[in-house]
């Protein structure tokens, strides 16, 4: 296990259609993370699972989206109904906290799934 | 919304000269970290500064943290086009739980 994988790296879809990006973190990470990135700018959060728990997702996280960590290894995002405006990089991360703390500490990043929506 | 603000959005420098970037972000946080992105790549982690600490080094690379100003900077000393890249700071928060970054610094290294 060399780093967090994401798959697909690319992806074109029509408007409408539903898509689902998967990420396998490092495999003793408990944390795993979903960013939404658009061109030019920073990550944005979306949601994160400590083990299965879906424990945060910001209000960027429509209806229209859900993510899964089933058995606390790898996760899914899946994107219903896509619009434009969903066309970004969807970077998945992972990390362990600082022991005993709760705090986290630096993330590993995948290389992100490239969203574009026509 | 993005808590740590980069300054300045982009900076073009020779190779061999230093570059400095600095970070404003608006909460309590117990750590600070930088990370660079090359074009349509993932983030990659350079360093993280607890909040109990000033200054820390890695390499050619140099980071301080003033908590009292709610501010830090990147220093990379000798520049090299390699370093041509984005750099991003993210702030923990006070509950340390997940990182919030900012919109980056462009930095292009001209050989």
């Known amino acids: 296990d060399t780093g967090v994988s994401q798959d697909p790296r690319h992806k074109i879809t029509k408007r409408g259609q539903n898509v689902t990006f998967r990420c396998d973190p490092i495999s003793e990470h408990n944390r795993l993370y979903w960013y939404r990135q658009t061109l030019g700018q920073g990550p944005e959060f979306l949601t994160y699972f400590q083990n299965e728990a879906q424990l945060e997702k910001s209000r960027l996280l429509s209806d229209r989206f859900s993510a899964e960590r089933p058995k606390g290894s790898f996760s899914t995002l899946e994107i219903q109904r896509t619009e434009q405006g969903d066309s970004a990089m969807y970077l998945c991360?992972?990390?362990?906290?600082?022991?005993?703390?709760?705090?986290?500490?630096?993330?590993?990043f995948g290389e992100g799934s490239r969203l574009t929506v026509l | 919304s993005q808590q740590g603000e980069e300054d300045p959005q982009a900076l073009s420098i020779q190779e061999g000269e230093n570059a400095t970037m600095n970070c404003s972000y608006k909460t309590s946080i117990n750590n600070l970290q930088w990370y660079r992105q090359n074009s349509g790549r993932g983030l990659v982690h350079l360093i993280l500064i607890r909040s109990n600490e000033r200054e820390k080094h890695s390499g050619r690379l140099r980071v301080t943290l003033d908590t009292s100003k709610k501010s830090s900077s990147l220093l990379i000393t000798a520049s090299r086009a390699a370093d041509t890249a984005s750099y991003f700071c993210a702030t923990d928060g006070a509950a340390g739980n997940k990182l919030t970054f900012g919109g980056g610094t462009r930095v292009l290294v001209k050989p």
């Open positions: 991360a992972s990390s362990l906290p600082f022991p005993g703390t709760g705090v986290g500490g630096e993330l590993f």
